[in-house]
């Protein structure tokens, strides 16, 4: 819609649009939300199944304590 469509517009009809125009907006950010919540659903779900193994953990070696004879 125009600029000079709106300015021409009465109250009313003018109300009623801006009214719809928020409806419209509400229900794309729902339906957006609920896709977002899918894709994290199915994210989550895909990630538990598929876990990468962890490495085995190496032991430490402790180096021998020597002591120097004294001079």
């Known amino acids: 819609m125009q600029?000079?469509?709106?300015e021409e517009?009465?109250?009313?009809?003018f109300w009623y649009y801006i009214q719809n125009l928020?409806?419209?907006?509400k229900?794309?950010?729902?339906?957006s939300?609920?896709?977002q919540e899918q894709a994290n659903e199915q994210h989550n779900s895909m990630?538990?199944?598929y876990k990468t193994p962890s490495?085995?953990?190496?032991?430490?070696m402790k180096?021998?304590?020597m002591k120097m004879p004294k001079f």
């Open 3 to 6: 600029p000079s469509e709106i």
């Open 9 to 13: 517009m009465y109250y009313y009809e």
């Open 22 to 25: 928020q409806e419209y907006i």
């Open 27 to 31: 229900a794309k950010n729902k339906q």
């Open 33 to 35: 939300e609920d896709q």
């Open 47 to 49: 990630s538990s199944k």
């Open 55 to 60: 490495m085995p953990k190496i032991p430490t």
């Open 63 to 65: 180096a021998p304590s």
